[in-house]
Nanobody, 118 residues
Framework: QVQLVESGGGLVQAGGSLRLSCAAS????????MGWYRQAPGKQRELVAS???????NYQDSVKRRSTISRDNAKNTVDLHMNSLKPEDTGVYYC????????????WGKGTLVTVSS
């Protein structure tokens, strides 16, 4: 059974930084795109950043200049580094991966809460 487990997050002061990590485990044949979504209170889940297996990245405009997404294909992990955090970055951050096991399906982590205090 495939699982995605997130780590990192917590309470951060505005202007600070954070690192979120996610590890995929289980009977994995291959992993396609991986990424991070977030859901703020009362809002819909939105894409923060994604990365393909080849390393191509995509960012939400509001985080583009202060975030870096990376992955380690050998370890089946994806990380998100965010700097200059703002209160509007507060939300539950979810790891996402499209995994072939062997049939391709979308998998989600349980989420990790990030709270940015002003």
């Amino acid at each position: 059974q495939v699982q995605l487990v997130e780590s990192g997050g917590g309470l951060v002061q505005a202007g600070g930084s954070l690192r979120l990590s996610c590890a995929a485990s289980g009977n994995i044949f291959t992993i396609g795109a991986m990424g991070w979504y977030r859901q703020a209170p009362g809002k819909q889940r939105e894409l923060v950043a994604s990365i393909t297996s080849g390393g191509s990245t995509n960012y939400q405009d509001s985080v583009k200049r202060r975030s870096t997404i990376s992955r380690d294909n050998a370890k089946n992990t994806v990380d998100l580094h965010m700097n200059s955090l703002k209160p509007e970055d507060t939300g539950v951050y979810y790891c996402y991966a499209r995994i072939g096991a062997p049939r391709f399906m979308d998998y989600w982590g349980k989420g990790t809460l990030v709270t940015v205090s002003s």
